[in-house]
């Protein structure tokens, strides 16, 4: 055999080592990918917020709905529903869902509620407490 024959051929070491660095970099990339929320029902944990726009709130309520259904002891879409009544005036069911996402979260361990819906949950706490959430429609100036 030549020496170009020999330089060109792989040896088992090389082809394994190869074989590892390829397996290393797929398996990086397919770990660095977003894994989907876990889905109940075909509704997504994180359904309720999805594409709001303030021309739609109805309807997006309505599917918060269904999340809510499907996530009967989650404080979350409770909290996240709240928003969008709030959004589209409805004070009363808004802070309803508060109250019973306090008392969902109220039954978590402090370790499994995450920080932001707890701060989320207190400032909308005391909201409720202090009155109507939306401001009453301002009447028209009168005309001279």
Do not use: W
Request: glycine fraction near 4%; include cysteine; hydrophobic fraction near 35%.
């Amino acid at each position: 055999m030549n020496a170009t024959a020999t330089d060109s051929r792989l040896s088992p070491l090389r082809v394994a080592v190869l074989g590892f660095t390829a397996l290393l970099a797929a398996s990086s990339l397919l770990g660095c990918q977003e894994q989907p929320l876990p889905q109940q029902g075909g509704v997504s944990r994180d359904d309720c917020l999805r594409e709001v726009t303030l021309d739609r709130l109805e309807e997006q309520i309505a599917v918060c709905d269904k999340v809510v259904a499907a996530y009967p002891d989650d404080p979350g879409p409770r909290n996240e529903r709240y928003l969008l009544h709030s959004l589209a005036g409805n004070d009363e069911q808004a802070c309803e869902d508060l109250r019973e996402a306090l008392r969902l979260a109220e039954r978590l361990p402090e370790d499994e509620l995450d920080a932001q819906l707890r701060s989320d949950l207190e400032v909308r706490r005391e909201l409720c407490a202090e009155g109507p959430l939306t401001s009453p429609p301002t009447p028209p100036a009168p005309s001279p």
